[in-house]
C-alpha cells in the first residue's frame, strides 16, 4: 500500500483544517487506517484510528471531541477533520495503515505516508 497524506497548512488557532490521505496499490478497505503526529522535538503520537468497517474509531485524549476521522473504502481515502485547533496541534500530520495490532501504536502499523505540516498559529 502506498500513501500519500495531504491537506497540511498555516490555520489560526479555533479555526480548522482537513488533512486527507489516498491510498494505491493495495486492498485498502482491509487495513485499519491512522493519522499521528511528531512536533519538533517530540516522539511520534498517536491521533486517531478507523477500523476497515469504518464503524470503531479510537482517539487520543488531547484530540477526542475535536478530531473526527473517516474513511471512503470506495474511494481508498481517508480524512482526519481538525476542529477547534491549538497550538500544540502544530506537528507533521502521517497517515499510516496496518491490519493487525494495536490500533494506537506506530509500531503495528506497516505502512506510512509522507507527512503533512499542520502549523497553528494564535
Known amino acids: 500500500v502506498q500513501l500519500q497524506a495531504f491537506g497540511g497548512g498555516l490555520v489560526q488557532a479555533g479555526g480548522s483544517l482537513r488533512l486527507s490521505c489516498a491510498a494505491s496499490?493495495?486492498?485498502?478497505?482491509?487495513?485499519?487506517m491512522g493519522w499521528f503526529r511528531q512536533a519538533p522535538g517530540k516522539e511520534r503520537e498517536f491521533v486517531a484510528a478507523?477500523?476497515?468497517?469504518?464503524?470503531?474509531?479510537y482517539y487520543s485524549d488531547d484530540v477526542k471531541g475535536r478530531f473526527t476521522i473517516s474513511r471512503d473504502n470506495a474511494k481508498n481515502m481517508t480524512h482526519l477533520q481538525m476542529n477547534s485547533l491549538k497550538d500544540e496541534d502544530s506537528a507533521a500530520y502521517y497517515c499510516?495503515?496496518?491490519?493487525?495490532?494495536?490500533?494506537?501504536?506506530?509500531?503495528?502499523?506497516?505502512?506510512w505516508g509522507q507527512g503533512t505540516l499542520v502549523t497553528v498559529s494564535s
Open positions: 496499490r493495495g486492498t485498502f478497505s482491509s487495513y485499519t
Open positions: 499510516a495503515a496496518k491490519r493487525i495490532g494495536s490500533s494506537r501504536i506506530a509500531s503495528s502499523y506497516e505502512y
Open positions: 478507523i477500523r476497515p468497517s469504518a464503524i470503531t474509531t
